[in-house]
């Protein structure tokens, strides 16, 4: 089976075809993030109307791709002729499109209406059943999808097991889920506040370090020298590190490293030690709580997800606990599938296939995993 999935929900427009929830057939991802670096961070408005912008090239783009036709041969379709025609001229190309699979929230509700609403008529257009998607559960699909251009399948032994644990770290959302099968979700914890993303995207601001501020806070911290092998990185707070639950609290870091960082004029090397100072925490407190978490579900896989597990320093961490707890296996995504995408859309429907008639998928800005079985 083959699903066209859409994704919308933020500032990336993503369209991507996925066969039988673990082959990528294409992958594109357009995203106006460029723009939001400008302002230090996302403004709505803008971003929904780099989506009405962006979404059907780039859904034309994955199609195409899919279908493995050259882009010369293609040259029925350009940025010139209306959205209308456009959609007609992609008729021909969905013919091996089973379904498609449209993230319905969470996120900016702009952004999100912009492909909800492309994805209901493009469903009514072409006579295809649409699968309405959460955005945070079909990151943690990330962790079914074989590799691009990699073999057929993800080998067996690299298939997730069930019970599996799974930590969602988005810019928006810190969420530890238990799964006991596909659609078998319970919501175990999360954060209090801030998520760990927008811990990195604040710190980094407060650095002087541009939008997404989790990839410029681990090149920073890539670059800093350890002095020597008894140096501690412990300049920042561990919030509720040792507290008996599975609940986290960033927003104090922001409040710490702006305690640092004011009436100061870092130079360069102290601002890399101080990225390493906040990715440290930051890693620290999601890599104990998650553990504890491993302590008591002993899951046959523990899955890392969401734009946050494109974090080296995060899997390193992790990988060194591996074997020397519970922590057998340890699945987390390639980066390029960790942040927004929509191949993780069409896995994840694939994996949980209840198409709705498309007037009753609906935009749900709100939208959280559900809380129990
Ligand atoms: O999942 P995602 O792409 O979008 C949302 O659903 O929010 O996550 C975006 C978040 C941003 O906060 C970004 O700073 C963070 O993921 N991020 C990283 C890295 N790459 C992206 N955080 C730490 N290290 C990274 N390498
Ligand atoms: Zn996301």
Redesign the pocket.
Request: hydrophobic content about 15%; proline content about 8%.
């Given at each position: 089976m083959r699903i066209l999935g859409i994704e919308t929900?933020?500032d990336e427009t993503a369209a991507a075809v996925v066969e039988d929830g673990v082959k990528i057939l294409s992958n594109v991802v357009a995203t106006s993030s460029q723009m939001h670096a400008k302002t230090g961070g996302i403004i709505p408005e803008q971003a929904a109307r780099q989506q009405i912008k962006s979404v059907i090239p780039v859904i034309e783009e994955a199609l195409i791709e899919a279908s493995g036709i050259r882009r010369g041969k293609w040259n029925k379709s350009n940025s010139q002729i209306s959205h209308q025609k456009l959609l007609s001229h992609l008729s021909p190309l969905t013919s091996k499109i089973d379904a498609l699979a449209i993230t319905i929230g969470p996120g900016l509700i702009g952004s999100l209406l912009v492909g909800v609403e492309t994805a209901k008529t493009l469903s009514y257009l072409w006579n295809k059943p649409i699968v309405p998607v959460n955005?945070l559960v079909a990151?943690i699909y990330a962790n079914w999808l074989a590799p691009e251009r990699e073999s057929k399948r993800v080998k067996e032994h690299e298939i997730p097991k069930f019970p599996s644990l799974a930590l969602v770290v988005?810019?928006?959302h810190t969420d530890l889920v238990l799964m006991r099968g596909h659609g078998k979700l319970k919501w175990i914890g999360g954060t209090r506040d801030d998520a760990a993303?927008?811990a990195?995207?604040k710190c980094a601001r407060l650095l002087g370090l541009p939008y997404?501020?989790?990839?410029a806070?681990?090149a920073a911290a890539e670059k800093f020298q350890i002095p020597n092998s008894n140096f501690q990185m412990n300049m920042f707070p561990r919030p509720l590190i040792d507290e008996d639950n599975f609940e986290w609290s960033f927003s104090g870091l922001k409040t710490a490293v702006l305690r640092e960082v004011n009436g100061n004029n870092f130079k360069v090397n102290e601002k890399q030690k101080l990225s390493a100072e906040i990715q440290e925490a930051i890693v620290d407190c999601l890599v104990e709580k998650s553990m504890r978490a491993v302590k008591l579900y002993k899951p046959k896989s523990f899955l890392l997800s969401?734009?946050?597990a494109?974090?080296k320093r995060l899997t390193e961490k992790f990988l060194l606990r591996k074997n020397t707890e519970i922590l057998q296996v340890f699945h987390v995504p390639p980066p390029k599938l960790c942040?927004?995408n929509a191949a993780v859309i069409a896995t994840c429907a694939y994996f949980n296939y209840h198409p709705l008639g498309w007037r009753n998928i609906k935009a749900n800005p709100q939208l959280e995993i559900v809380k129990e079985v």
């Open positions: 929900s933020c955005h990151h988005s810019g928006g993303g927008e990195f995207d997404p501020g989790g990839p806070i681990s969401g734009g946050v494109a974090n942040t927004d």
